[in-house]
Each structure stands twice: as structure tokens, then as C-alpha cells.
């Protein structure tokens, strides 16, 4: 296969699956990777200790790489559960026997569970390993199958969709417009894979890039807001991250921001990358 390949987790919707289209137009094909694979699945999408919601929500594997197919590209469904360890390095070593690898991780799964949006004090303990499951251990785990492909090739790229909740306090309690302990230590976990591999491998043809969307007007989020009794408001349009991806992925520019983070709407609106929004 001559087309650069991308490995995109969490990417059945939402921003992940902006980004696998984005890929893909930008020439590349695309292994997309998430839990629903096909439209209609039920899963558990509960934030909070106090409410189940098993809610089919829209998208799937299915319909992502579909999107892709008709972009050009080529797609593998992958599904993978990133809290459990075993799902990853299978999909990990389908990944190198299917395909060989990929020249592009973006790391855009993330766990829903309890914990997510609940106080402190109705947080379970046994929560908390999840989100760091889902968003430190699994990247690891991917990154740890797919960088020695990268090096041995002498380039790859390394992405984090990480989050403000990774190294700022809420602006008010979980369910009040702010968010749970559970979510920040996840994102605060994952984070700082990035500046470990451009401090150790930059000179080596890695380079890798928190990204961070800010409010973004995904499905789960159009639905999360109404359930808290508010409306979704000045949210950038998923595709406007797949777009700043994309240039990060492809524009030799994209070097001076190699091991730092990228504000994806600020630079999606400097670049004029995607049409503007409200």
C-alpha cells in the first residue's frame, strides 16, 4: 500500500471519526477503532453513579469507514475496548498482521463511565483505574506495538486528543458545568505521553502533538447537554479538529508545535482551515 496509514481510536463519531475523514481525504487509509462496531449497538454511555444510560447513541465503525471508503481511502474496523488491556494488544497485533503497522496513532479514545461527571464523594474508588486505563495504560500499550514500525521507517506522528480537564480545575462542581475527578485524572494520565516521545525521539523522525479541541459539538455531546438542562453553545463543529489534524499530520509548518500542545480551535481559525462557526 502506498498511502500513509492512520490508526484513530475512539473514532465510531465525534471527533475521532472527524478525524479518520479528514485522514483519509488527506490521503491516507485509515485503521479506525472504537467499541461500536456497527449502527444500532447498545452500550453503557452512564456518566454517573446516580443514572444508567444505555441510549443507542449515532455512529459506528461501519458508517466511519464508509465515510472513509467514499474519501478515497481504504479502511480496517478494529474495534477495541480501551479498558480492557487484552482488546488492545489484539487490536494492536491486527494492526502489524493486517496491515503492518501505521505511520500515524492518534490517541482519541476515551472512557464513559461513573466517575466522568460525580462529586467527589459519589465517586467509587474502583472508578478511577478505568480512566486511566483507557487513557494512559492504552495508548501506551499502542504506541509501545506500533513505534519500533515508525523508527524503523524513520518517521511517524503520535497524537493525544487530550482535554483542559488534564491540567486545569473545574470551573464548578461535576454536573454544574464542570466535570469529575475521575475524567481529569484520566486526561491528566494520558497526557503526558507526548513530551516523552519528542524528548525521546525526535531526532528520529517522531513527532508527536497534544491536541486540545475545546467544547466540541459532538453527538454525546448534544445529547449530555440537554440532560443537564442546558443548550449546546459556541461549539466548534467536529470537523474543524479532523481539518487541524489533518494539517498536523501533513504540513511540514506543523514542526514548531512537535512536543507541545496545539490549541486546535484558535489554529483551526488562524489557518482558516475549516468554514467558521458561531
Given at each position: 500500500?502506498?498511502?500513509?496509514?492512520?490508526?484513530?481510536?475512539?473514532?465510531?463519531?465525534?471527533?475521532?471519526?472527524?478525524?479518520?475523514?479528514?485522514?483519509?481525504?488527506?490521503?491516507?487509509?485509515?485503521?479506525?477503532?472504537?467499541?461500536?462496531?456497527?449502527?444500532?449497538?447498545?452500550?453503557?454511555?452512564?456518566?454517573?453513579?446516580?443514572?444508567?444510560?444505555?441510549r443507542?447513541?449515532?455512529?459506528?465503525?461501519?458508517?466511519?469507514?464508509?465515510?472513509?471508503?467514499?474519501?478515497?481511502?481504504?479502511?480496517?474496523?478494529?474495534p477495541?475496548?480501551?479498558?480492557?488491556?487484552?482488546?488492545v494488544?489484539?487490536?494492536?497485533?491486527?494492526?502489524?498482521?493486517?496491515?503492518?503497522?501505521?505511520?500515524?496513532?492518534?490517541?482519541?479514545?476515551?472512557?464513559?463511565?461513573?466517575?466522568?461527571?460525580?462529586?467527589?464523594?459519589?465517586?467509587?474508588?474502583?472508578?478511577?483505574?478505568?480512566?486511566?486505563?483507557a487513557?494512559?495504560?492504552?495508548?501506551i500499550?499502542?504506541?509501545?506495538?506500533?513505534?519500533?514500525?515508525m523508527?524503523?521507517?524513520?518517521?511517524?506522528?503520535?497524537?493525544?486528543?487530550?482535554?483542559?480537564?488534564?491540567?486545569?480545575?473545574?470551573?464548578?462542581?461535576?454536573?454544574?458545568?464542570?466535570?469529575?475527578?475521575?475524567?481529569?485524572?484520566?486526561?491528566?494520565?494520558?497526557?503526558?505521553?507526548?513530551?516523552?516521545?519528542?524528548?525521546?525521539?525526535?531526532d528520529r523522525?517522531?513527532?508527536?502533538?497534544?491536541?486540545?479541541?475545546?467544547?466540541?459539538?459532538?453527538?454525546?455531546?448534544?445529547?449530555?447537554?440537554?440532560?443537564?438542562?442546558?443548550?449546546?453553545?459556541?461549539?466548534?463543529?467536529?470537523?474543524?479538529?479532523?481539518?487541524?489534524?489533518?494539517?498536523?499530520?501533513?504540513?511540514?509548518?506543523a514542526?514548531?508545535?512537535?512536543g507541545?500542545?496545539?490549541?486546535?480551535?484558535?489554529?483551526?481559525?488562524?489557518?482558516?482551515?475549516?468554514?467558521?462557526?458561531?
Amino acid at each position: 500500500m502506498s498511502r500513509p496509514i492512520a490508526l484513530v481510536t475512539g473514532s465510531s463519531r465525534g471527533i475521532g471519526k472527524a478525524i479518520a475523514i479528514a485522514l483519509a481525504r488527506a490521503g491516507h487509509d485509515v485503521v479506525v477503532s472504537a467499541r461500536t462496531l456497527h449502527p444500532g449497538e447498545v452500550r453503557d454511555n452512564s456518566l454517573t453513579v446516580h443514572r444508567s444510560d444505555t441510549r443507542v447513541l449515532p455512529g459506528s465503525l461501519d458508517e466511519t469507514a464508509a465515510a472513509i471508503e467514499a474519501a478515497g481511502g481504504r479502511a480496517l474496523r478494529v474495534p477495541m475496548d480501551l479498558t480492557d488491556r487484552a482488546s488492545v494488544e489484539a487490536g494492536a497485533r491486527r494492526v502489524l498482521d493486517e496491515w503492518g503497522g501505521a505511520d500515524v496513532l492518534v490517541h482519541n479514545g476515551r472512557h464513559i463511565g461513573p466517575g466522568l461527571m460525580d462529586l467527589f464523594l459519589d465517586t467509587p474508588v474502583d472508578a478511577y483505574p478505568k480512566f486511566v486505563e483507557a487513557h494512559c495504560i492504552a495508548p501506551i500499550v499502542l504506541t509501545k506495538a506500533l513505534l519500533p514500525g515508525m523508527l524503523e521507517r524513520g518517521r511517524g506522528q503520535v497524537l493525544t486528543v487530550t482535554s483542559n480537564a488534564a491540567y486545569e480545575g473545574p470551573p464548578a462542581p461535576a454536573g454544574q458545568g464542570g466535570w469529575g475527578l475521575g475524567y481529569g485524572v484520566g486526561k491528566a494520565s494520558g497526557h503526558v505521553l507526548v513530551p516523552h516521545l519528542h524528548a525521546e525521539f525526535k531526532d528520529r523522525g517522531i513527532t508527536a502533538f497534544n491536541v486540545q479541541p475545546g467544547f466540541v459539538g459532538t453527538e454525546r455531546n448534544e445529547i449530555a447537554v440537554k440532560d443537564y438542562g442546558r443548550t449546546l453553545q459556541g461549539a466548534a463543529p467536529p470537523a474543524a479538529i479532523g481539518a487541524v489534524v489533518a494539517w498536523l499530520v501533513t504540513n511540514p509548518d506543523a514542526a514548531r508545535y512537535a512536543g507541545g500542545m496545539v490549541q486546535a480551535q484558535a489554529l483551526c481559525r488562524e489557518l482558516e482551515l475549516h468554514p467558521a462557526w458561531d
